[in-house]
């Protein structure tokens, strides 16, 4: 709180991933021998990458994928997956529907309820197809569903809005959910999330979440800054939210995963996460251009259809490889969007960590990647503009 | 003033709007729990924004129409409204004429003079549609037609100018509007405007404006920061003048409501406004994108028309939709631009702000939306450019 | 040196134009009020604006026109104007040629020897026109054609390279120029430059400077920060060197002008150098707008002839308007780049100051104008790309 | 460590070379009086810049040529050379393939094994055409071909990798390269790097290194920022590891020349990498431009043909003169990249530096050449898009 912005008004500065970059230490080790493995909700992976629970990025094919190559999904069940039995013909009209008609069509595919049958039937078609089941929904659909998605089978529950907390003032006719009996109550861990701070990161950890997810206003496809002007940068928002996963575990003795979520586009996107303190990251785009993707080279936000206030775009990502290239290479790429096992490997053997907990401690430089004159020359040359 | 920019000149750090962003405290709201009525002088409306007083903004029937979904509509005394008689063809030419000639034809129109009977015209036809008529007038306007303004019924009178000042020097041939005594003696509340720092807000207060217009150099259709070098951010005029606000409410009892006004184009602006300590915003370009608004997809500086020292440009902002979904929604685009108090009402919820008051004591983080090389990369997905 | 590069070395911040802006302070006045006169060299001059001593911006006519509007021009006397009976056929050369063989054009065309005899007569052709003759030479140049310069009549002699000092080292065979001898010897007013710090502003008023110029680097058409990593940011250089002289007038009693060189665009860039501290400012690009321009449009740097190592770039900057509408107005563009005469006063109105003293006083915040994401999506509206 | 990322993560600033300008002091000196010269590895060099070992940028040809004008090249013993025979239909295959296609060709190039023959074949056509024969390679290659190289009497050996460190974990499979031991061992001097950090350096000089690369991340052709996260900015960097050779001499009397590498391309970045404590400079894409240059008019980094994890992308650079032109001139372009002795000599006369360990030591100040409002319109003024 050392910016004053006026009189009367306090700031402090905040550090997006784009400002850091990671600075090599007293050792190297060779890649091979960095151990990427972490457990979420006590659930081992080799990976720390969540694909997030997105219309365009995690179906019930994605999600078995995923799990076989040593990573995670989250399937929406607010999504179309549980408005349709088919979704396929929906995801061919979102993505040929012309930029203008998005928004609508959005929201009229939205306007189709939510069947509690499709729900217990994608858990099983992932559980059947040997994948771990994560299903995510917001609080309103978890209070509704909760039990369902628990008989059903599922393995983790991501329970997700843009802002949760502990607290929610709600209008007299509705109940909120109440977040630590939510995670009492249910036999399956849940993951919270998203939050910014260290305040409400002890508070979700407290009720019992497995995990937390942390990034407000980050993401490529995620338009909340811009319309509610809400947003935390997320360099500042990790290393707050871990520190409070340190706190809580000297006090309790349980650790609990910090989660990552929103605006990672590259291989150094994650690492640079990790070294702020993330146990694992939740990404979007870069596994929506995969050729196996529900998305056909498009990737959307989730709060886009909504009614009144749709925030979120559909953005053209394009397909550029299978997800096990795009997850563990090899790459045929060289912009640090394939082969994200081997990045971080890679990265955590040029900064000598040999482990998660190691890269978390990593040294950090504030080092902008703004676009100065010299990088915009740089660029004119890569387009071969230079004279 | 702790900045050295060199031997002999010290500065401070101004900061804008972009330049900042709102953290989530430790409780959330329902949207629909979020009161954003205020009141100004003695008006008290729903949704705490102004249209601009510019020639492509309102007309008879955007006050009126503006008046009765919650807002507020000014319309100018010197623009066009009340040199012709029938704007309508006036309009035409102006959004009709090449970027060239634009300048000179505003220059041309306005050298026909104000007629008083059309001043009072103006304002009957908002009072008859059933609209509240707010009308603003610079200084000398003021001086020559305040009385017929008060006396044709008008509810509110804005005095702006680019600057404006308790203390005015002028040649001895003109004599200056006296602020303080204007405001004694005009029968209607009058706002004050613009200004961008604590002392020339305390001596408005003190002169007996009912409001405060601040902001110096940021709208899209400005160039006095070009021309003039002169301007303050946002961020830091709004939070300054906010606590001149605070200051004399201490003192007097007498609460008088700060305005930001230029530069805001999104929900997300007008959000961070009022967190920085705003009680309302005075917009202009969301508003020309109208299907209502006279600028036919125009908009432009009331600047511009100088015969000497023309400032403010003309901008094709495009129509996006009506004044309803502008102002309240429901969105069909997803940037911002639509249902604007449905942005303010949902950011309200998610920082757990349920009043105006409890929104101007939200943290804020300094969090430039810089373009960095990272979102460069972003856009050039969002535009098919990824490989 | 506050700020720690790495190890071993450190820095202080330095600040450009771009990065400031200025604060209006207790009272306004009529810009009418505002009085713009300064002295340079016992020459009192209306307007603190001076055209550079370049080939596309000053001519014999160009220096007339201007001395008559209440500006200066300074005609350089080793460019084309010296080299060349008829200078018309070699502009046409040197702004049609292509961008490719730009460079060696120049090259080729300053192979050509200055001719003293041109020299007497550009100066005698000025005089004789009604006009101030001021003119410019590098140190060598200022060797060899000082004295022709004073006996031909001139009225102020500008000593100019890209850095100048009291301290030069130089080969055996070369004598350099002892710049107090030659301005002691000089019959006429001597202006040096450039320089960007205290110390070096010192010794040049200490050694008999009637002026003196800031800036190195800033330049439109200057490359030097490219090509030899050399410049200091235009608001920290002005400020520096206007306080060295504060402290020189303290101690010695005479006053001698800053003037900010380099760099400078707008009516708003003007007012912000002599808000640093400058007494006028020398501005070359503005000025190659005009009709009247030698420039035919283009402008281009005095460095780029060099044989060896050519720096400074050809511009096509337009033609668009006259010279008096540039200086004096009215102006036809709202850009800030018409009547520079009205918008210092403007600006000096709208910031109270009633002289160039008082304008040296406003006060100054630090606010870049950076390109946002706001700002580029501003510039998408202004362009007609908004939804 | 000043800079509070969030809780738990501090970080300091870091700064880059495009962030930095030099300021004249309080003398200045003619070109003709700089000394350049420096010494690497008892070899005396009138030209501080060593060309990149990289397929596009040195050959046996360049290595000579280089050589006889001055300056240095290094040959990468792992690249297209040593396993080719006859390179010049492989270089046709690189730099006539699509973009798309770019990757995997080189990962397929670089499958062919490398053979010891063609490394001695090399050196020794090096050496027969006058040149000095510096040769890289990565430390796995240095420890199997490092006696080759001796035997086959090469004068310099540079060892490099992404990151280098004294300290290298590997699998037990793995015997790494004691970079202690090779330098012992090795009859002749052994340059090491790539490093970022103070305590990194002083370990390579301990290990007995006759030179330090420093520079990670910043190359046009490097991708480890955005793969990896992984970086330092250069001016930061080159400070700091100038440190440790200052304190290193201080102990032991042995001076170790420091030599920036990477993202420097006019003489401008030169200059300021000297002025940050560098020794030398090594470029790749400034000498990748010139007409004798492998990589006909393109220019690719180094990690491209990595069979996992490319990193490095390729560049078109064009073609702009001879490799005279660039590195002795005359220049026939005015952006900074030809004739670099030319601007490093005019940059220290600038700055009256009158040897390298005197241009270590002039002022620098922070003043970033960002994209400002005002620079826009500067560049669009540029290319005459100017009203």
Chains 1, 2, 3, 4 share one sequence.
């Not at 209070?143 to 329970?159: H, N, P, R, S």
């Not at 795009?326 to 969007?337: E, M, S, V």
């Not at 907990?357 to 504030?366: K, T």
Request: aromatic content about 4%; proline content about 6%; glycine content about 12%.
């Amino acid at each position: 709180m050392d910016i004053v912005i006026g009189r009367g008004k306090a700031a402090r500065r905040a550090y997006g991933i784009d400002e850091i970059a990671l600075v090599p230490g007293q050792r190297t080790l060779d890649p091979s021998l960095a151990d990427t493995t972490w457990t979420i909700g006590g659930i081992q992976r080799e990976i720390p990458i969540i694909a997030s629970a997105m219309d365009g990025v995690v179906d019930v094919r994605m999600a078995v994928e995923l799990s076989k190559l040593g990573a995670l999904g989250v399937l929406n069940l607010e999504g179309i997956q549980t408005r349709y039995e088919d979704p396929e013909p929906i995801l061919d009209r979102i993505t040929s529907v012309g930029k203008d008609e998005f928004v609508t069509l959005m929201q009229e595919l939205y306007a189709e309820p939510i069947k509690p049958e499709l729900i217990i039937q994608r858990i099983q078609e992932i559980k059947s197809g040997g994948g771990i089941a994560a299903v995510s929904a917001t609080p309103v659909g978890a209070a509704k569903y909760g039990m369902v998605v628990a008989e059903a089978g599922a393995d983790l529950f991501f329970v997700q809005a843009t802002v949760v907390s502990t607290t929610f003032l709600s209008p007299e006719s509705v109940i909120p959910l109440d977040l630590a009996q939510f995670c009492q109550e249910m036999p399956i861990p849940v993951i919270l999330g998203n939050c910014v701070t260290y305040d409400i990161t002890l508070d979700l950890l407290k009720a019992g979440a497995a995990g937390i997810l942390v990034g407000i206003g980050p993401g490529a496809a995620c338009t909340s800054r811009g319309v509610l002007g809400v947003g935390v940068p997320q360099a500042t928002a990790v290393a707050d939210c871990a520190a409070a996963r340190n706190d809580y575990y000297q006090e309790t003795g349980r650790y609990v995963p910090i989660i990552a979520d929103g605006g990672l586009i590259t291989g150094g996107d994650i690492c640079k996460c990790i070294a702020c303190g993330a146990d694992g990251v939740m990404i979007g785009s870069p596994f929506a251009r995969a050729k196996e993707a529900p998305g056909r080279g498009y990737h959307w936000g989730m709060a886009t259809p909504s009614p009144v206030l749709p925030r979120g775009t559909r953005i053209r990502v394009g397909t550029t490889g299978t997800l096990e290239q795009i997850l563990r290479g090899p790459a045929q790429l060289d912009d640090g969007t394939h082969n994200l096992l081997g990045a971080l490997k890679t990265s955590m053997g040029t900064l000598g960590a040999q482990t998660i907990p190691e890269m978390q401690q990593v040294e950090v430089v504030i080092a902008p990647s703004l676009l100065t004159e010299g990088k915009v020359y740089q660029k004119a040359q890569q387009l071969g503009m230079g004279k």
